[in-house]
C-alpha cells in the first residue's frame, strides 16, 4: 500500500531544475519529518536531503548542498525537493520517506523512516 505520493521526476538536460513534490493525504503531516533519498543503477538507496518537523532544520548530502532545496508546507502535506543545477550523476530513482517521532530526528538514517513513496525517476542528460 502506498503511504506517500511523489511527483515531478522527468528528463531534463544538464544545468537544468526539477522541482519533486511528496504529498502525504489524510495523514498526520505535521507529525512527519519527511526525507528524500535516490537510487541509482546498481547502487544503494542513498540519503539525499530530510527536513524536521518544523521546517527550522534541513540536511543534506555533500554531493547535493547548494544545488538542492528541501522544504515542507504545512497547509498542503507536501514536502519538497527543489533540484538546480542538476548534473547526469543525479540521474536515479528519487524516493521520498515519513518519519514518525520517537524522541529524537534521525534524518540520514534510512531505517528510521516509517513511510514510503514508490518513487518518480529523474534522468540528466549530459
Known amino acids: 500500500q502506498v503511504e506517500l505520493a511523489e511527483s515531478g521526476g522527468g528528463l531534463v538536460q544538464a544545468g537544468g531544475s526539477l522541482r519533486l513534490s511528496c504529498g502525504a493525504p489524510?495523514?498526520?503531516?505535521?507529525?512527519?519529518?519527511m526525507g528524500w533519498f535516490r537510487q541509482a543503477p546498481g547502487k544503494e538507496r542513498e540519503f539525499v536531503a530530510a527536513i524536521d518537523w518544523s521546517g527550522d532544520r534541513t540536511y543534506y548530502a555533500d554531493s547535493v548542498k547548494g544545488r538542492f532545496t528541501i522544504a515542507r508546507d504545512g497547509a498542503k502535506h507536501t514536502a519538497y525537493l527543489q533540484m538546480t543545477s542538476l548534473k547526469p550523476e543525479d540521474t536515479a530513482v528519487y524516493y521520498c520517506?515519513?518519519?514518525?517521532?520517537?524522541?529524537?530526528?534521525?534524518?540520514?538514517?534510512?531505517?528510521?523512516?516509517?513511510?514510503w513513496g514508490q518513487g518518480t525517476q529523474v534522468t540528466v542528460s549530459s
Open positions: 520517506a515519513a518519519q514518525y517521532y520517537r524522541g529524537g530526528h534521525y534524518p540520514l538514517a534510512r531505517d528510521k523512516y516509517d513511510l
Open positions: 489524510g495523514r498526520a503531516f505535521a507529525s512527519f519529518a
